[in-house]
């Protein structure tokens, strides 16, 4: 009897402690994973650090604050290149300031250089040029008023040929007018005479006579005139001048 209650007792021990054993392992497994998890943690670390990557964006204008010095610089920079942006622009306003000091004056005898050459076709015909001399672009307005032999009156303008904008001519460029000396060969004119001179005078954007006027050379036989003198306004092209 005394055996037999021993041998229980023995088993309840060995059972008691498996589970004592399986408790012990339990809370060791606990603790290794309590363990585990903090081992995560630090792993989790470039997680959290890759969390403010986010606020490393807008670290990076803080960051960049650091930076900034190189992109402040930067930005300067760019400041700078507006400011030459600005400096440029001012240096264009200026340009054209330069520009106003080339404004356009009127044509006459102290700024151009004209020559008469009678041509033979159309006959009785003369071509007045006048070419700028000045430093400055010049307007030819109106017409020449031609005066041969100190004559009292300046003879009419042919209408029709009036150019649809002003004559404008640039330092060296040159304009034309054609001047019909007589009636020709059908005996439409009268008073008929040999002119030995002539002075060509211009007219302002007001339609005033103004001076000096110019003084062409006429051929030494002079040239034939008559009551029927008429002339061209002032034309950009010979061939024009001497269609009337």
Same mark, same amino acid.
């Given at each position: 009897?005394?055996?037999?209650?021993? $041998?229980? $007792?023995?088993?309840?021990?060995?059972?008691?402690?498996?589970?004592? !054993?399986?408790?012990?392992?339990?809370?060791?497994?606990?603790?290794?994973?309590?363990?585990?998890?903090?081992?995560?943690?630090?792993?989790?670390?470039?997680?959290?650090? @890759?969390?403010?990557?986010?606020?490393?964006?807008?670290?990076?204008?803080?960051?960049?604050?650091?930076?900034?010095?190189?992109?402040?610089?930067?930005?300067?920079?760019?400041? *700078?290149?507006?400011?030459?942006?600005?400096?440029?622009?001012?240096? *264009?306003?200026?340009? %054209?300031?330069?520009?106003?000091?080339?404004?356009?004056?009127?044509? /006459?005898?102290?700024?151009?250089?004209?020559?008469?050459?009678?041509?033979?076709?159309?006959?009785?015909?003369?071509?007045? *040029?006048?070419?700028?001399?000045?430093?400055?672009?010049?307007?030819?307005?109106?017409?020449?008023?031609?005066?041969?032999?100190?004559?009292?009156?300046?003879?009419?303008?042919?209408?029709?040929?009036?150019?649809?904008?002003?004559?404008?001519?640039?330092?060296?460029?040159?304009?034309?007018?054609?001047?019909?000396? /007589?009636?020709?060969?059908?005996?439409?004119?009268?008073?008929?005479?040999?002119?030995? %001179?002539? @002075?060509?005078?211009?007219?302002?954007?007001?339609?005033? @006579?103004? /001076?000096?006027?110019?003084?062409? !050379?006429?051929?030494?036989?002079?040239?034939?005139?008559?009551?029927?003198?008429?002339? *061209?306004?002032?034309?950009?092209?010979?061939?024009?001048?001497?269609?009337?």
């Amino acid at each position: 009897m005394s055996a037999f209650t021993a $041998r229980p $007792r023995t088993r309840l021990f060995a059972a008691a402690t498996v589970a004592l !054993a399986a408790l012990s392992l339990t809370a060791c497994n606990d603790k290794l994973g309590v363990q585990d998890a903090g081992a995560v943690s630090p792993n989790s670390s470039p997680v959290t650090t @890759s969390a403010p990557s986010g606020t490393g964006t807008g670290q990076s204008g803080g960051s960049t604050s650091g930076n900034s010095s190189t992109g402040g610089s930067s930005t300067g920079g760019s400041s *700078t290149s507006g400011g030459a942006t600005g400096s440029s622009g001012s240096k *264009t306003s200026g340009g %054209s300031g330069s520009n106003s000091s080339t404004t356009s004056v009127t044509c /006459s005898g102290a700024n151009t250089k004209v020559t008469a050459q009678p041509v033979s076709r159309p006959i009785n015909h003369m071509l007045l *040029t006048v070419t700028n001399t000045g430093a400055k672009t010049c307007n030819l307005y109106y017409y020449p008023a031609v005066n041969f032999d100190d004559a009292q009156s300046v003879p009419p303008v042919i209408k029709d040929s009036q150019p649809q904008a002003v004559t404008t001519l640039a330092p060296g460029q040159s304009g034309y007018a054609g001047v019909a000396l /007589s009636g020709g060969d059908n005996g439409s004119g009268t008073n008929g005479r040999t002119a030995k %001179s002539l @002075s060509v005078y211009f007219f302002d954007r007001n339609n005033n @006579s103004i /001076s000096p006027a110019a003084t062409p !050379a006429l051929p030494t036989k002079g040239v034939y005139v008559d009551d029927s003198l008429r002339v *061209t306004y002032w034309l950009s092209s010979a061939q024009d001048a001497l269609t009337y």
